[in-house]
């Protein structure tokens, strides 16, 4: 079997997992090279006038990148996607969102992370983009801000972050499209190995593949996907055009990771599984967000809609004063601002990845003083869940 053959649909596990772990290495086929080389080159030689090797200079496209670009459209949405990296989540996010025009509207996730958020407000509004934001979990709440004219996007993350609730892309699709509306989903939280928005009818997919996608919290990078052709030369020329790249060095740190990341995930989603039913039974904590657990209110759209539930929860302490101690006191997991790498993380979304969001806004949205999130990691389970065991009392 030649892996990446086939549709994203009929991509199974097996093959996705064979893709992943042969990224690149059939490329080099002057020394057969297993690990793709790294070319750090600026600039390619022309072989004569009006000739080109298909690398001309590196923003354009480099070797090392275009290896992962093909990896990442083949496992997100086969052989008709097209896909870019880019130096950041965020950058990709900024390039997506330079394909609106003033005075359109989109209509984003409320609990966004706080990042994107601080794109759409203190970058993009004052360019005439406005984004207005609603609980993308409520099909009738999306319905009424798109009824909006002005309208041209929704944008959704699935789940959202830090409270993992979920959107039901299909059914929001089917909203927005007749409308000639555009769907983007940052699928940075499941990634492809779980949950394919463009099979659900999305026009675009965003990553922070900072994240999972990259899986060892040592590269900042970000990706965009398409299967649209027209929206696939707009941003291969904002990609040329804007600059924002990733670098060589960090295209081939994105294939390694990517050759894990189904091994990784399964993992960290069974320990992080464990760890909200452990939660669940414990004293001192309230709420704990997570859509595996059948009473989340994402938990049957996600089973329809996802291979599997993700590693990130979220729960609140019952004495927020215990906070500080908490976060000083962990010894497996480490108190840091990302998610999706092999090691356990614990964050204070209020203080950290939220901090941009209004604090009546947070307060509403429940990104209360007492709710931390966890990222699961691939450390031994028993010891994460007695790390927090050890501060919890
Ligand atoms: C869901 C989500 N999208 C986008 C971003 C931004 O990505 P980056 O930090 O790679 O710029 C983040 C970062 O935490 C994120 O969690």
């Given at each position: 079997m030649e892996p990446g053959n086939e549709s994203s649909m009929?991509?199974?596990?097996?093959r996705l997992a064979t893709l992943?772990?042969?990224?690149?290495?059939?490329?080099?086929?002057?020394?057969?090279?297993?690990?793709?080389?790294?070319?750090?080159?600026?600039?390619?030689?022309?072989?004569?006038?009006?000739?080109?090797?298909?690398?001309d200079y590196s923003r354009t496209a480099n070797p090392t990148r275009s290896v992962l670009e093909e990896t990442l459209a083949l496992a997100e949405g086969g052989r008709a996607a097209r896909a870019f990296a880019f130096a950041s989540g965020l950058a990709a996010i900024d390039t997506v969102l330079r394909l609106f025009e003033p005075g359109d509207r989109i209509v984003a996730t409320e609990d966004l992370y706080g990042g994107t958020f601080r794109l759409f407000e203190r970058m993009f509004r004052r360019y005439g983009i406005e984004t207005v934001y609603a609980d993308t979990a409520d099909l009738s709440a999306v319905a009424a801000a798109l009824a909006d004219r002005r309208v041209q996007a929704v944008f959704l993350e699935v789940p959202s972050n830090p409270l993992l609730n979920v959107a039901d892309i299909a059914a929001i699709v089917g909203l927005a499209a007749p409308r000639g509306i555009l769907t983007i989903v940052d699928n940075t939280f499941l990634t492809f190995c779980r949950q394919r928005p463009l099979d659900l009818g999305a026009?675009?997919?965003?990553?922070?593949?900072?994240?999972?996608?990259?899986?060892?919290?040592?590269?900042v990078a970000g990706a965009v996907i398409t299967r649209r052709a027209d929206l696939a030369e707009r941003v291969a020329f904002l990609q040329n055009g804007v600059g924002a790249i990733l670098g060589p060095d960090d295209s081939w740190l994105l294939l390694r990771g990517l050759k894990t990341l189904p091994l990784r995930l399964a993992r960290q989603e069974a320990s992080a599984e464990a760890l909200a039913l452990w939660l669940l039974r414990q004293p001192r904590v309230g709420r704990v967000c997570y859509p595996g657990l059948t009473r989340h209110p994402g938990h049957e759209v996600l089973k329809r809609q996802s291979r599997g539930f993700g590693a990130m929860l979220a729960f609140e302490v019952a004495d927020p004063a215990r906070i500080p101690d908490i976060l000083a006191g962990v010894r497996v997991f480490m108190f840091a601002e990302s998610l999706g790498g092999v090691e356990s993380l614990i964050?204070?979304?209020?203080?950290?990845?939220?901090?941009?969001?209004?604090?009546?806004?947070?307060?509403?949205?429940?990104?209360?003083?007492?709710?931390?999130?966890?990222?699961?990691?691939?450390?031994?389970?028993?010891?994460l869940r007695q790390d927090l065991e050890r501060v919890l009392q």
């Open positions: 009929d991509t199974t596990e097996a992943l772990a042969q990224a690149g290495s059939r490329w080099d086929e002057r020394t057969g090279a297993v690990s793709m080389p790294v070319y750090r080159s600026s600039t390619f030689r022309h072989p004569g006038l009006g000739q080109s090797t298909g690398f026009d675009l997919v965003v990553y922070s593949a900072t994240k999972y996608l990259g899986g060892h919290d040592d590269v964050t204070f979304p209020a203080v950290q990845t939220h901090a941009d969001v209004d604090p009546a806004v947070r307060d509403r949205l429940g990104i209360s003083n007492r709710l931390l999130r966890l990222s699961v990691g691939i450390e031994d389970p028993e010891d």
